[in-house]
T-cell receptor, first 115, second 109 residues
């Protein structure tokens, strides 16, 4: 299994509080991603990173920010959590974007509940 | 309309059965296609890539029809351990993947 960890694995918070989720990889992969998964929807891309300090928005980026100061860490921040951000959050990594090494490997997920 | 559409199921089949899942995608510029498997409360994992000529991996066969924008997954001789959600995934451009909502398979003894 790819070396990806997420912390925390579970979190319950209140509306309006800031929340930061951490993704840590030991594979030295260049690309890192944050997705959310909700019933009836596929995984939806929030933000992704293509290198240290290089990030871009996905399809559901509103209300989220990210930072990547080191290759191994990719942080997702909810500046002011809302109930609509209750979801399961998955981090993923990939070595490249095309060819044989473009498989995305996923972390174990973080279950976030915003009350 | 969702970019990647799948029948959510659930598909309830007996052990040993053959079952097929279908998926349609709306973006004709889609470049790569995959099936991922997700067990209950676990992360998705790549099951297989889907190639234009069709490809097989053991009991699993994937087919792609670009003209109809249609992808399929066939599972032969179903095992209890095949019970999972199967995600149809399309890569549009660059490194962005678009996921279907998944098809639930339950294999029963």
């Amino acid at each position: 299994d790819a070396g990806i960890t997420q912390s925390p694995r579970h979190k319950v918070t209140e509306t309006g509080t800031p929340v930061t989720l951490r993704c840590h990889q030991t594979e030295n992969h260049r690309y890192m991603y944050w997705y959310r998964q909700d019933p009836g929807h596929g995984l939806r891309l929030i933000h992704y990173s293509y290198g240290v300090k290089d990030t871009d928005k996905g399809e559901v980026s509103d209300g989220y920010s990210v930072s990547r100061s080191k290759t191994e860490d990719f942080l997702l921040t909810l500046e002011s959590a809302t109930s609509s951000q209750t979801s399961v959050y998955f981090c993923a990594i990939s070595e490249s974007v095309a060819g044989e090494n473009n498989e995305q490997f996923f972390g174990p997920g973080t279950r976030l509940t915003v009350l | 309309r969702k970019e990647v559409e799948q029948d959510p199921g659930p598909f309830n089949v007996p052990e040993g059965a053959t079952v097929a899942f279908n998926c349609t995608y709306s973006n004709s510029a889609s470049q790569s296609f995959f099936w991922y498997r997700q067990d209950c409360r676990k992360e998705p994992k790549l099951l297989m890539s889907v190639y234009s000529s069709g490809n097989e991996d053991g009991r699993f066969t994937a087919q792609l029809n670009r003209a109809s924008q249609y992808i399929s997954l066939l599972i032969r001789d179903s095992k209890l351990s095949d019970s999972a959600t199967y995600l149809c995934v399309v890569r549009k451009n660059g490194n962005k993947l678009v996921f279907g909502a998944g098809t639930i398979l339950r294999v029963k003894s």
